[in-house]
């Protein structure tokens, strides 16, 4: 009912720049939090940055500073502007939001998108 897409991943140097990009689509009444999280290999997989539907935002620690997460409603679509990047960084980058279905209010459902790779060479 509800897709995640997510691009913008790819190779860059360390110190380099990456936007991340993720639309949703489907049956969307309304989106509430969107997130951005990810998974490097042989770790788990952990929050980088969420935004609200309002626009209040929230940070890892090691990413503040260097990452914005922002969002258009409009088009449903959560960025995530990854500047500074380092060599840590490198992880595969989901794209996750909680979503109203049309005809299935109030109720909310936990989406995730396919994932999409970011690798930052030294």
């Known amino acids: 009912q509800v897709q995640l897409v997510e691009s913008g991943g790819g190779l860059v140097q360390a110190g380099g720049s990456l936007r991340l990009s993720c639309a949703a689509s489907g049956s969307i009444f309304s989106i509430n939090d969107m997130a951005w999280y990810r998974q490097a290999p042989g770790k788990q997989r952990e929050l980088v940055a969420g935004?609200?539907?309002?626009?209040?935002?929230n940070y890892a620690d090691s990413v503040k500073g260097r990452f914005t997460i922002s969002r258009d409603n409009a088009k449903n679509t959560v960025y995530l502007q990854m500047n500074s990047l380092k060599p840590e960084d490198t992880a595969v980058y989901y794209c996750?939001?909680?979503?109203?279905?049309?005809?299935?209010?109030?109720?909310?459902?936990?989406?995730w998108g396919q994932g999409t790779q970011v690798t930052v060479s030294s």
């Open positions: 935004i609200s539907s309002g626009g209040s935002t």
């Open positions: 996750n939001a909680g979503v109203r279905v049309i005809g299935a209010a109030p109720y909310e459902y936990d989406y």
